[in-house]
């Protein structure tokens, strides 16, 4: 039962997040919004929201761990798998912005986090409102940086004239299936960590993060196939700085987030660290600004190897 309460959860939460996504992005253009804000910060936000929803419900039923693990596995998935798989497809060329702007600024949402979780076991209100303020900072430097750049790929034109009655359909939809897909997702996780005899803190960081992912994973897989352009590797470390931002920040804002599992600090956020920490030699050598199939092969490796380690200890 457990099995298809997450297979029920990970598909209502993909189907909510897409609805989600379109409702929402469809509202700004009729608000007026411009296509770069959306691009930036509606689209980044609404994919947040079924990672927020998850470790939401995980914290209010008692299940902290997930609530964490969540976000740090799919920081680990989003460049060891995501990137990974991605990059042995098709390389990807790294732009000066990343390695200048949006890889230092991840780091270092990773390094709060981190500091934060082990400073006192848990995750407080105050520390949750320093993240997500730090985050709208973020998002206003982006913007500025990214002026000159406008070209929002993902923002899809054909959202410019859907009704509002369509739009708040969508919304509805959206919402039902991310309300009910993030409570069957954390009761049918937590029923099968006990049968299988694992952690909380296990299953959040490999099979719940790896299902968050497999949406990203799809779409670039599919584009990498295409030889289009597969994935920015600007707006996949956004990604990973909305979820330790918005995610982590507005869990704990609402609820305090306790460490019960001492894996989380002795292990899973320092596989986190590594894993940001590897892009930088990765680009810069030996083919600078590139990454290509050998690099992905190694990223891919490295998931593996952390999904190993996540299960055997």
Known sequence: MNII??????????????????????LSFKLNISRLVI??????????????????????????????????????ANIGLVLGITTIIGGITVTKRFLTFEWPVMVIFSLIAYYFL???????????????????????????????EANIDEVDDGLTSVSYFKI??????????????????????????????VSDAVIGATIIAFGTSVPELA?????AVKKEKAISL????????FNIGSVLGLTSIIK????????????????????????????????????????GLILVLGYSVFLVFAFKS
């Open 118 to 148: 082990y400073n006192d076991t848990k995750l407080s209100a105050a520390e949750g409102a320093i993240l997500f303020a730090t985050l709208i900072v973020f998002i206003i430097l982006l913007l500025k940086r990214s002026k000159k």
């Open 256 to 295: 305090t987030i306790p460490v019960t599992d001492p894996k989380i600090l002795s292990s899973d956020i320092f596989w986190m660290l590594a894993f940001a920490l590897v892009l930088l030699p990765l680009i810069l050598l030996p083919k600078k600004h590139q990454i290509g199939r050998f690099k």
């Open 168 to 197: 708040f359909a969508w919304l509805a939809i959206g919402g039902l299936a991310l309300f009910y897909g993030s409570n069957w997702l954390v009761l049918g996780a937590t029923d099968l960590a006990k049968q299988i005899g």
């Open 234 to 241: 600007g707006n996949l470390i956004g990604s990973n700085i």
């Open 39 to 76: 691009g930036m910060t509606v689209v980044s936000f609404a994919t947040s929201v079924p990672e927020l929803l998850v470790s939401l419900t995980a914290a209010f039923k008692g299940s902290t761990d997930i609530a964490i693990t969540n976000v740090v596995g799919s920081n680990i």
């Open 219 to 223: 779409a670039s897989i599919i584009a």
């Open 5 to 26: 309460l997450l297979v029920i959860g990970f598909i209502a939460l993909v189907i909510g997040g897409e609805f989600l996504v379109r409702s929402s992005v469809a």
